[in-house]
């Protein structure tokens, strides 16, 4: 059974950077799109990035683009977040999620395997 675990979130300052790590025991990562999500209480779970099984394809949410870089190490069985100008609105739990997936492609939603979350906090 595959279980994902999250990591690297933690207080970070406005501005500066983080990457978050989701590790992979149980299985293989390779034929699973991989997507990170966000929730803050309150509110809907955002979908913030996701990518293919091979690493081809990138997709974000418009709200995050061009300040999150997600990539994978299938060899590691491992996908990372890179957070980058980290915003106060950027405070939430973070959470990797996986999705058997025959095509090359990843989408923000429809996953089924998922981790426990990594807190981030993005304050002075």
């Known amino acids: 059974q595959l279980q994902l675990v999250e990591s690297g979130g933690g207080l970070a300052q406005p501005g500066g950077s983080l990457r978050l790590s989701c590790a992979a025991t149980?299985?293989?990562?390779?034929?699973?799109?991989i997507g990170w999500f966000r929730h803050v209480p309150g509110k809907e779970r955002e979908g913030v990035a996701c990518?293919?099984?091979?690493?081809?394809?990138?997709t974000y949410a418009n709200s995050v683009e061009g300040r999150f870089t997600i990539s994978r190490e299938n060899a590691d069985n491992t996908v990372y977040l890179r957070i980058d100008s980290l915003k106060p609105e950027d405070t939430a739990m973070y959470y990797c999620?996986?999705?058997?997936?025959?095509?090359?492609?990843?989408?923000?939603?429809?996953?089924?395997?998922w981790g426990q979350g990594t807190q981030v906090t993005v304050s002075s």
């Open positions: 999620a996986a999705q058997p997936f025959d095509q090359e492609n990843c989408h923000l939603y429809g996953y089924t395997f």
């Open positions: 149980g299985s293989t990562l390779e034929g699973y799109a």
């Open positions: 990518i293919s099984k091979s690493g081809i394809i990138e």
